[in-house]
């Protein structure tokens, strides 16, 4: 069965430096999420991503992230310049359709990347 | 904010099947009633999702009531691994509704026990 996958499993930074956070989506999706969850708390909505262009963002995804699709199979999340509240699980969730009219968008997760900032 | 109830909790005996409810009394036309579960700190799994009917997978079966405002999600027969967090999500499952973004609630913690 057809997964999303998410690399590295944990990583390990010092405040202040760049992470990039890799995803591989579902071959056939083409719509893409970020999702992450601090310990303890709910899933929160970071971005939402269609055809080289940000769809929606939150309010936590700031000038300090980016996403990017390097090429036709990966799905990338960067944080510019860490910070200790950064340190969360990180989820990539992609989707085949854009639902509506043709029926409902499912999105499928990955198993996460555990950020860890000191 | 979600917009959605959950019991914080639940408990249910292996074998037995277990029925996660859930309010979403200003769910709109449009609005699909979505479940994921977590286990531990993975990432959420789809389980089912539905609009009006009743529907039924592998895994789970949702049934919605006539007026949309709550559903419930049944495991017929709950294993030990079926201990996880529920996530019952209201969304329009269509990108070009806010991006598509899904809203997480605190969810129903589902312990089975043996």
């Known amino acids: 069965e057809p997964e999303v996958t998410q690399t590295p499993s944990h990583q390990v930074t010092q405040m202040g430096q760049e992470v990039i956070l890799r995803c591989v989506p579902i071959?056939?999706?083409?719509?893409f999420y970020w999702y992450r969850q601090i310990l303890g708390q709910k899933v929160e909505f970071l971005v939402s991503?269609?055809?080289?262009?940000?769809?929606?963002k939150s309010e936590i995804f700031d000038d300090q992230f980016s996403v990017e699709r390097p090429d036709g199979s990966n799905f990338t999340l960067k944080i510019r310049s860490t910070k200790l509240e950064d340190s969360a699980m990180y989820f990539c969730?992609?989707?085949?359709?854009?639902?509506?009219?043709?029926?409902?968008?499912?999105?499928?997760f990955g198993p996460g990347t555990r950020l860890t900032v000191l | 904010d979600a917009k959605t109830t959950q019991p914080p909790s639940m408990d249910c005996a292996e074998g037995r099947a277990a029925n996660l409810p859930c309010n979403h009394s200003?769910?709109?036309?449009?609005?699909?009633v979505y479940w994921y579960r977590q286990i531990h700190s993975q990432g959420p799994q789809y389980i089912i999702h539905?609009?009006?009917n009743n529907e039924t997978n592998e895994m789970a079966s949702l049934i919605i009531t006539e007026d949309r405002k709550s559903s419930t999600l049944i495991l017929p027969h709950a294993t030990l691994r079926d201990t996880a967090v529920y996530y019952c999500?209201?969304?329009?499952?269509?990108?070009?509704?806010?991006?598509?973004?899904?809203?997480f609630g605190q969810g129903t913690e589902l312990s089975v026990k043996p």
């Open positions: 071959s056939n999706h083409l719509y």
């Open positions: 969730a992609s989707s085949e359709s854009a639902g509506g009219q043709i029926g409902a968008d499912t999105q499928y």
């Open positions: 999500i209201v969304s329009a499952g269509a990108f070009y509704n806010q991006g598509g973004k899904l809203i």
């Open positions: 991503f269609y055809n080289n262009e940000i769809s929606e």
């Open positions: 200003t769910i709109s036309g449009n609005e699909y």
């Open positions: 539905g609009l009006k």
